[in-house]
């Protein structure tokens, strides 16, 4: 018996690209679709995480949201990688800089993703599992980042659970090991792809400098990372294209 649909992903494998870009925000997904694709179509709408695949410049792209949190992104990028045939999977979220020299605008790529999550457990590792992105999705990625010219850093990002920490001083601990920024995603997807053997890549532009005191609008989050995008697009469409 086929896997599909499942609870949160009503459509078939064909419907996917090899390439799935993931924002947090079903708007985002949206605003993609809006502004760069051609002949899209709605593939997903379940709890109103949106799923569109159609072409970017001639090749094949799906755009999907993944909501908030690891939780979240563990069950769409589970079913994606496991049930539907997806091969890579490019998250593009927003993060906040912890780092002085990460300003608002920037986009960091997360070569690593350290959390203090309790996702690994499941894998029942006898130590302490280290999520990496695809090296070929992030020499690929940065490649395309130099062309658009993009401001741009590589390093460890931290995956978080807590938005709202209750230890007050818990960031100061993660800046003295050199990490760039927090989101809450990212250490599951890698997670998530090295068990099934396929790709995945994590870039987020700066939306919050927590040491600044800085930030962008809702509105700006949601429309103001072209670059971003641009970047996500022209590494997904590079696998169609053989590079």
């Known amino acids: 018996m086929p896997n599909y649909p499942t609870p949160h992903i009503d459509a078939k494998p064909e419907d996917f690209a090899k390439t799935v870009l993931m924002p947090g925000d079903p708007l985002r997904s949206q605003y993609i679709v809006e502004n760069f694709f051609e ?9 109103g995480i949106q799923g569109y695949t159609g072409t970017y410049k001639g090749k094949p792209v799906t755009v999907m949201a993944s909501g908030m949190g690891m939780p979240s992104i563990g069950i769409y990028s589970y079913e994606l990688f496991n049930f539907f045939g997806v091969e890579n999977i490019i998250r593009i979220g927003s993060t906040g800089s912890i780092n002085e020299n990460v300003n608002v605008k920037d986009l960091v790529f997360a070569m690593g993703a ?61 800046i003295k090991m050199g990490v760039l920024c927090i989101e809450m995603e990212a250490a599951a997807l890698y997670m998530n792809a090295a068990r099934a053997g396929k790709r995945a890549l994590g870039m987020f532009t700066v939306s919050d400098h927590i040491l600044k005191k800085e930030a962008l609008s809702a509105r700006e989050r949601q429309i103001g990372f072209t670059q971003m995008m641009e970047v996500a697009l022209e590494t997904a469409i590079s696998y169609e294209e053989g590079e």
């Open 39 to 47: 002949n899209a179509r709605l593939i997903n709408n379940v709890r």
């Open 114 to 174: 350290s959390t203090n999550s309790n996702y690994a457990r499941q894998f029942q590792l006898p130590g302490t599992f280290a999520p990496i992105a695809d090296f070929g999705l992030l020499t690929r990625a940065l490649e395309k980042a130099e062309k658009i010219g993009v401001t741009y850093h590589v390093g460890n990002v931290l995956s978080s659970d807590t938005f709202y920490d209750d230890q007050e001083d818990a960031n100061e601990y993660w």
